[in-house]
C-alpha cells in the first residue's frame, strides 16, 4: 500500500544503522535528511486542508498559512506518520529488508523530527534468511530392495477371500483360529472411551496383539474382561518405548467360525481377474506397487530429516507460534484426546509441548527451503498441476485454502524429487 501511496521517484537515501536480533526481528536506527522532512511536512497540510472546512475556501485550496495556524495539532501528527512512511519506504529500498507479511506489525519511534531532518527507528519481523540447498550432499541411507515373496500374495489373497466368505455364530469358548466380534473401551478415562464397536478379529497370535489374545482365549459370547494393553514381547525396544499401557474392556459380542471360497477361476473373477494365474499376478503388482511407494515415502522422509538438520536457519516466531497453535487445534478438537491431555502429568505435557515444537519448527523450515530450491533451480508449478492436486484430495471446488494447501504439497513433492534425483550417488 505505502509504495502506492509514494512512487519510486519520490524515495528518498536515508543513514540507516541495522541490527539483526534472533527470530527474524531486525531493529534500524534511521537519519532522515531534510528534503524527506520537508516533503512530508507538505504532504501533511495538503491531507489536512483536504479535511477541514475554512469559509471562503474549497476544501484542500486553503493556503498553507492559514491550515498551519489554524489546525497545527493536526498537522503535526499527519507530518510524524508522513515521516515515517516515506522512511520506511526508503529503508526498504535500501536494505531490501520487508515485512514477513501485510499484517506484520511494524513499531516505529520518532525521536525527533524538524525541516533540518530527523532520527527515528523502526522494529519488525522479517522474512527468513534461507540457505540455498545443494542436493549432491544428500546420501541416501542403504536399504535394501524390497520385493513381494510369495508368502505375502498367499496371505493377500486369503484376505481378499473374507470378501467373499460366509461366518456362522458358535455357542462355545474362544478358541485360537476362531473370529470374534467385540467392543473395546478405554477405562483410563473417565468417562471410558469407545476405542471400536462391532469390530471382527481373528484369534491367532499377530493376528492380534499378545494382550487381546490372552483376553479372548476361554471367553464365550457375552463375556467382559477388564484387562491391561501392552507391547509384544517381540517387539524392537523403540516401539515399546512409544507404547504407553491402558486399562481396557473388552466386550464379546458373537463367536464365530469362517468359511473361505476357495481360490479357483470362480474366484479370480469376482475379483476381477480372467483367472488364479492373472489374479496372483495382480495381487504381485499391486503389493510391489505398496512397497515402492512405502519405500519412496521412507525416503521423502530422509529428504525432510535432512534438510532440517543440515540448513539450520532462523525462524520467524509469530509463524512458530501459528503453526503451533494450528496443530494444538487439531489436537483438542478430537474429545478423546481433550480427555487423554486433562489426565496427562506435567512431564507427559511437557514432552507433548516439545513434540508440537520440534514438528512445527521443521514444517516451517521445510517450506522454505522448498521453496528456495525450486526458486534457485528455476522448477515451475503449473496451474493445471495445483488443480490436478486438489481433485485427488477429492476437493470439487478450488478456494483460496485448499489452492494453498495443494500448492504446499506440490513445492514440497517437487523439491523432494529434485534431490532424490540429484542426490550423492
Not at 504532504?43 to 486553503?62: M, N
Not at 525541516?115 to 535394501?144: Q, R
Not at 487423554?340 to 522454505?368: C, R, T, V, W
Not at 478456494?399 to 532424490?420: G, P, V
Request: hydrophobic share 35%; glycine share 2%; with cysteine.
Amino acid at each position: 500500500d505505502s509504495k502506492k501511496d509514494y512512487p519510486v521517484e519520490e524515495t528518498f537515501t536515508v543513514q540507516v544503522n541495522l541490527k539483526k536480533q534472533p527470530a527474524c526481528l531486525i531493529e534500524m536506527e534511521v537519519v532522515a535528511p531534510a528534503e524527506l522532512t520537508q516533503k512530508a511536512h507538505t504532504r501533511a497540510i495538503k491531507a489536512v486542508s483536504k479535511e477541514v472546512d475554512l469559509p471562503g475556501f474549497r476544501k484542500g485550496k486553503a493556503p498553507k498559512e492559514l491550515i498551519l495556524k489554524n489546525y497545527a495539532a493536526a498537522v503535526e501528527k499527519h507530518w510524524q506518520k508522513e515521516i515515517a512512511d516515506l522512511a520506511f519506504i526508503a529503508v526498504q529500498k535500501q536494505t531490501k529488508l520487508f515485512p514477513l507479511s501485510s499484517s506484520t506489525s511494524i513499531n516505529f519511534n520518532l525521536k525527533k523530527h524538524s525541516l533540518e531532518g530527523a532520527e527515528l527507528s523502526f522494529k519488525y519481523e522479517t522474512e527468513p534468511e534461507v540457505p540455498s540447498v545443494d542436493p549432491a550432499i544428500f546420501k541416501l541411507k542403504e536399504t535394501a530392495a524390497q520385493t513381494v515373496s510369495e508368502e505375502q500374495i498367499e496371505e493377500a489373497i486369503r484376505q481378499a477371500r473374507f470378501y467373499f466368505a460366509s461366518f456362522q455364530e458358535i455357542e462355545r469358548e474362544v478358541q485360537e483360529g476362531d473370529y470374534v466380534l467385540i467392543d473395546l473401551d478405554s477405562i483410563d478415562l473417565d468417562p471410558p472411551v469407545r476405542v471400536f464397536s462391532d469390530t471382527r478379529f481373528e484369534v491367532k497370535k499377530k493376528a492380534v496383539a499378545d494382550w487381546m489374545l490372552d483376553l479372548l482365549l476361554g471367553s464365550k459370547k457375552g463375556s467382559v474382561i477388564e484387562g491391561l494393553s501392552a507391547p509384544d514381547a517381540d517387539l524392537p525396544e523403540a516401539e515399546k518405548k512409544k507404547f504407553a499401557p491402558k486399562k481396557v474392556r473388552l466386550t464379546v459380542k458373537k463367536v464365530e467360525t469362517v468359511q473361505l471360497p476357495e481360490v479357483d477361476d470362480t474366484l479370480a473373477k469376482k475379483m476381477g481377474a480372467e483367472n488364479t494365474s492373472k489374479l496372483k499376478e495382480s495381487v504381485r503388482n499391486l503389493l510391489q506397487k505398496n512397497l515402492d511407494e512405502d519405500l519412496l515415502l521412507k525416503q521423502r522422509e530422509e529428504v525432510g530429516d535432512f534438510l532440517f538438520s543440515h540448513y539450520p536457519f532462523d525462524l520467524p516466531s509469530s509463524l512458530l507460534k501459528s503453526e503451533i497453535k494450528h496443530r494444538q487445534s487439531q489436537l483438542f478438537s478430537n474429545p478423546s484426546f481433550k480427555l487423554k491431555y486433562d489426565k496427562m502429568g506435567p512431564e507427559e505435557k511437557e514432552h507433548l509441548e516439545a513434540d508440537l515444537n520440534h514438528h512445527s519448527q521443521k514444517a516451517i523450515a521445510l517450506f522454505y527451503l522448498t521453496r528456495k530450491l525450486l526458486f534457485d533451480k528455476k522448477i515451475e508449478i503449473t496451474k493445471d498441476e495445483i488443480e490436478n492436486e486438489i481433485k485427488k484430495t477429492g476437493q470439487k471446488k478450488t478456494n483460496q485454502e485448499n489452492y494453498a494447501l495443494a500448492l504446499s504439497r506440490l513445492i514440497l513433492t517437487k523439491a523432494e524429487d529434485f534431490i532424490l534425483n540429484h542426490r550423492q550417488r
